[in-house]
C-alpha cells in the first residue's frame, strides 16, 4: 500500500509537478474564499478565458507566455470594470462580452501562427511539462500572493463582505479592488499551468465554495479551503498517475466530488443535514 503511495513520486517530472500544484494550491486556497465572499466567480471565469490572446501574442514576442497572459487577464478585468462603470450595462453583461470577445480573438491568434504548442495545453493544462524555470516563477509569484494577503487580510475580509461598510470606515476600497484583480490575474497565470483556461475557474472557486458550505468563522473557511485546495490537487496529479489521464481534469473531478459531498452532507448547511433536522 505504501509502495502504491510513493511510487508516482519517484520520476523526476511528478516530482516537479507536485512542487508546481502545491504552490498554486496554496496561491488558489487562499484567494477562493475572497474570490466566493464577494461574488466574483463570473470575473475569475472572465480573467481565465481572456488571457488565451495574451499567451498567443507573448509567444509570437518570444516573451515568457506569463507574462502575456498576467497583462491580458488584467487588461480583461480593468476593461469590464471601465465599461462597467460608463454604462448602462451591468458587469456580469460586460464580463460575459468581454471575456468571450477575448477568448474568440485568442483562438483566432492561435490559428494564425505556427508552434509546437498544442492548443490543449492550454486549454486543460500541462503540468506534467513544466521544468525548474516554471516552478520558479510559479514560487515568486506564490510568495508575493501569499505576502500580499498576510498584510492586508484584514481589509480584504471586510472588502469582501461588504465593500460599503470597508468604504464608511476609511478603508481603500478602490486600492483593494484592483489589488484583488491583480492578485486573481496572478492566480490564474499560476493555474493556467495546472488546469488551463477552461478548467481553472474551479481551482479557484470550488475551495472556496466548499469551504463556505462547512465554516461559519472566516479564518476556519480560509483554513478549510488551502487545505481541500491542496488535498484535491496533490490527489489529482497522483491519481492521474494510475488513471492515465490528464491531471488538471483529474484535478476539477476530484473538487467537483468533494464539493457534492459538503453540499449533501456538510453540518448546518448540507442538503440531507438540513432535511434530517427539518423532519
Known sequence: MID?????????????????VVLIALVAGVLSPFLVLKGWSLMGDAVS????????????AGIPLSIGAFLAGLFCAL????????????????????????FGLGVVLFSQIETDVHLNHILLGDILGVDSSDIVEAAIA?????????AYWRD???FSFDAEHARVVGLPVTWLHYGLLVVLSLTVVLALQAVGLILGLSLLIAPGAI???????????MATSVAVA??????????????????????????????????????KYGLLWRKGYQA
Open 142 to 150: 506564490a510568495v508575493f500572493v501569499l505576502v500580499l494577503f498576510v
Open 156 to 158: 480584504l475580509m471586510v
Open 211 to 221: 469551504a463556505h458550505q462547512l465554516c461559519d468563522r472566516f479564518s476556519h473557511m
Open 79 to 102: 476593461a469590464s470594470g471601465f465599461v462597467s462603470d460608463n454604462s448602462r450595462l451591468k458587469s456580469d453583461t460586460v464580463l460575459g462580452v468581454v471575456f468571450s470577445g477575448m
Open 230 to 267: 491542496l488535498s484535491a490537487s496533490v490527489g489529482g496529479v497522483w491519481a492521474s498517475f494510475y488513471l492515465d489521464s490528464s491531471p488538471g481534469p483529474t484535478i476539477v473531478v476530484l473538487l467537483t466530488i468533494i464539493f457534492l459531498i459538503a453540499f449533501l452532507l456538510a453540518p
Open 49 to 60: 478565458h481572456a488571457v488565451l490572446p495574451g499567451v498567443v501574442l507573448a509567444y509570437v
Open 4 to 20: 502504491m503511495l510513493l511510487e508516482p513520486w519517484q520520476f523526476g517530472f511528478m516530482q516537479q509537478a507536485l512542487m508546481m
